[in-house]
């Protein structure tokens, strides 16, 4: 599967997933690094089928609202630790993927991995 992580999320986040056997690029590496604009962003995304993950409530709105991102990962644990958030990540990594295969949003949160459908 093919991710982008945004801004406020660890570049370890990239990398653990590409460990993972996965695509996974980071804001960082844009053209714009991690001043890109979210709009930007969702629109890299589309055009090479990545899903966005991101902490940030706007991608869940623009993506409740237009569809942009089309694929979406919410991080929704709160503040913790970076350690913590990769081990997350490890423990439910295929069962993110198998989410993001038929559901275009999905939320991780610390206790629970909430699959959406369309809504």
């Known amino acids: 599967m093919k991710f982008l992580v945004d801004a406020q999320l660890r570049v370890r986040v990239a990398r ?5 056997g996965h695509d996974a690029l980071h804001t960082s590496q844009l053209p714009d690094e ?7 962003i969702a629109r890299i995304a589309d055009a090479e089928d990545r899903v966005v993950i991101s902490k940030d409530r706007d991608f869940r709105d623009s993506h409740l609202l237009r569809r942009s991102p089309q694929r979406l990962l919410v991080v929704a644990t709160g503040n ?8 997350l990540f490890a423990e439910h990594l295929a069962a993110i993927v198998a989410a993001l295969g038929g559901a275009p949003l ?5 206790d629970v991995l909430a699959i959406h459908g369309d809504e």
């Open 106 to 110: 999905v939320e991780l949160r610390a």
């Open 16 to 20: 653990l997933l590409r460990e993972g």
């Open 80 to 87: 913790i630790a970076n350690d913590e958030l990769l081990s």
């Open 34 to 40: 991690n001043r890109s604009p979210d709009a930007d």
